[in-house]
């Protein structure tokens, strides 16, 4: 299957400081990316939605000022967390998939990003 | 209600078990239905998907969606020790739509 990989895999920052995530489709080129949040024993929800070169769709309730998505191209999403606070503490997972016409178009996720924020 | 109901266990099973893990939901736009596999701090890979009512197998796993009832199943056969993860069933609107999850369920296979 494809691979999709995400940059750091943890990070620790203070509270009030900005960090990016990044992530890659490393062997296909994804024309949307996604990105996901999962709290502890909680299920994956759904953040925003990109496409290459397009500015990426929030799902409600998502501050698009807090966290800046960019898709600059078809290999590479980034997510920054801008001003992070200690509740934005969470596990943070991209996946990445290529339009295939009529076939399913699946989704392969990377990792996942652990951020905690002091 | 949630758009997505799944229990979150934990499953616990001896080995070669056979093990069931369901799924009910309320929007019945959704069409396509998946289940992944997740392991402790990775991100989840897809197990199965199925598009709209009907049964997939593939190996020990069989899917099932009965899409009058608003209901998904994963059955795992004669279950190992490595199929221990978390489950999460998925499903969306159309190929290219946003995926909405269960909270996932943790099965654990003893030796």
């Known amino acids: 299957g494809a691979v999709v990989s995400q940059h750091p895999s943890w990070v620790i920052c203070k509270s009030g400081t900005s960090v990016k995530i990044e992530c890659r489709s490393l062997?296909?080129?994804?024309?949307?990316m996604f990105w996901y949040r999962q709290f502890p024993k909680q299920s994956l929800m759904l953040m925003a939605t990109?496409?290459?070169?397009?500015?990426?769709?929030?799902e409600q309730g998502v501050e698009k000022d807090k966290f800046l998505i960019n898709h600059a191209s078809l290999t590479l999403s980034t997510l920054t967390v801008t001003s992070a606070h200690p509740e934005d503490s969470s596990f943070y997972i991209c996946?990445?998939?290529?339009?295939?016409?009529?076939?399913?178009?699946?989704?392969?996720f990377g990792p996942g990003t652990r951020l905690t924020v002091l | 209600q949630k758009e997505v109901e799944q229990d979150p266990g934990p499953l616990s099973v001896p080995e070669g078990a056979i093990v069931s893990l369901n799924c009910t939901y309320s929007?019945?736009?959704?069409?396509?239905f998946m289940w992944y596999r997740q392991y402790s701090r990775k991100g989840p890979e897809l197990l199965m998907y199925?598009?709209?009512?009907g049964n997939k197998e593939d190996g020990r796993f069989t899917a099932q969606v009965d899409k009058s009832s608003k209901y998904i199943s994963l059955f795992i056969r004669d279950s190992q020790p490595s199929d221990s993860a978390t489950y999460l069933c998925?499903?969306?609107?159309?190929?290219?739509?946003?995926?909405?999850f269960g909270k996932g369920t943790l099965l654990t296979v003893n030796p």
């Open positions: 062997d296909f080129q994804a024309t949307t």
């Open positions: 199925t598009y709209s009512s």
């Open positions: 990109s496409n290459e070169g397009s500015k990426a769709t929030y």
């Open positions: 996946s990445a998939s290529a339009f295939q016409g009529s076939s399913y178009n699946e989704q392969f």
């Open positions: 998925a499903m969306s609107r159309g190929s290219n739509y946003k995926l909405t």
């Open positions: 929007n019945s736009a959704f069409q396509y």
